[in-house]
């Protein structure tokens, strides 16, 4: 049973341009969230996609958006990239039939912008 | 919004036990989790506490008292391998799946 997948490993961007980054839940699960963690930092939670609508919203700008697919898998754009967009980002999947709501990690996209 | 404080970092000797300590303020609690993250990979699960008390599991135990907005992690008998970050995190009532995270403690494990 394959777990939470992301890609890309790696991407590295200029300022200003747009980035999509790509997730599949692990099986079974229905809601996937998004998180930046930055250098030395903690995840911060980006927002959180059930049923195709963005559900929750953390303190993110409009440049960040997300998609979610019938299939569960989501996709999170950012547009007009800045060099503070630098980090590691984690898709989460998760599914009320879990216990503990248990949120489950991707291995995270490092995008990097010079 | 939450504030999560844990320590930068710890640093211990291979089989001795180190203690993690995570203070949050919250509205709305709905549990605490406890992750490892070793560096430039995912964070993985490691306990959740959403009573008072202990919970043990195998060399980790994770305790709460959420009248003091307080938790711990024990790591007993430590090995090299748990040299790595760990991270508290908080759920609240009106924020299911969504969990807000300390900076992290980085736990370095010395021979």
């Known amino acids: 049973d394959a777990g939470v997948t992301q890609s890309p490993t790696h991407l590295i961007k200029t300022r200003g341009q747009q980035v999509t980054l790509r997730c599949s839940p692990k099986?079974?699960?229905?809601?996937v969230s998004w998180y930046q963690q930055a250098l030395g930092q903690g995840p911060q939670f980006i927002f959180q996609y059930y049923e195709e609508e963005e559900r929750q919203r953390g303190n993110f700008p409009d440049r960040f958006s997300g998609h979610q697919f019938p299939n569960y898998s989501s996709e999170l754009n950012v547009n007009a990239l800045l060099l503070g967009d630098s980090a590691l980002y984690l898709c989460a999947s998760s599914s009320k039939r879990e216990p503990y709501n248990e949120q489950f990690f991707g291995p995270g996209t490092r995008l990097t912008v010079l | 919004g939450q504030n999560i404080d844990q320590p930068t970092e710890m640093t211990a000797t291979e089989g001795a036990i180190v203690q993690i300590n995570c203070t949050y303020q919250t509205s709305g609690f709905n549990g605490l989790f406890w992750y490892q993250q070793h560096a430039g990979e995912a964070p993985t699960f490691l306990s959740y506490?959403?009573?008072?008390g202990l919970e043990e599991k195998g060399r980790f135990s994770s305790f709460l008292s959420r009248s003091k907005g307080y938790s711990y992690l024990l790591l007993k008998e430590l090995q090299m391998k748990d040299s790595a970050s760990y991270l508290c995190?908080?759920?609240?009532?009106?924020?299911?799946?969504?969990?807000?995270f300390g900076a992290g403690t980085q736990v370095v494990v010395t021979p």
């Open positions: 506490n959403v009573l008072d």
């Open positions: 099986s079974g699960h229905d809601t």
């Open positions: 995190a908080v759920m609240t009532t009106d924020s299911w799946g969504k969990l807000q």
